[in-house]
């Protein structure tokens, strides 16, 4: 079992950029794949990025190609997600995921998620 701690989330205004970081706990964090999950009020859970094992391979949201990264740092043990050009409609709860797969395919069923960290953008 994995045990996940968002950080970075705030308030930003529109066009600016924020860096979450998730902290996973465990010994074998390189044995995970991990993405990033958004939700808001009213709607399902969207996937946003995921990045394989060994970081070799990430995916994303056709809806942030181009302004989000995901990496991950298998020695500390975090991924991390850069947000850059952001605008309002990114505004959501932000949830890191985990899943022990190479690389992680829905229906996600057997995830390990976080407690969500929040992040607003201002127009």
């Known amino acids: 079992q994995v045990q996940l701690v968002e950080s970075g989330g705030g308030l930003v205004q529109a066009g600016g950029s924020l860096r979450l970081s998730c902290a996973a706990s465990g010994r074998t964090f390189s044995s995970y794949a991990m993405g990033w999950f958004r939700q808001t009020p009213g709607k399902e859970r969207e996937f946003v990025a995921s990045i394989n094992c060994n970081g070799g391979s990430t995916y994303y949201a056709d809806s942030v190609k181009g302004r989000f990264t995901i990496s991950r740092d298998n020695a500390k043990n975090t991924v991390y997600l850069q947000m850059n050009s952001l605008n309002p409609e990114v505004t959501a709860v932000y949830y890191c995921?985990?899943?022990?797969?190479?690389?992680?395919?829905?229906?996600?069923?057997?995830?390990?998620w976080g407690q969500g960290t929040q992040v607003t953008v201002s127009s």
């Open positions: 995921a985990a899943e022990l797969v190479v690389t992680m395919t829905p229906p996600y069923r057997n995830v390990y």
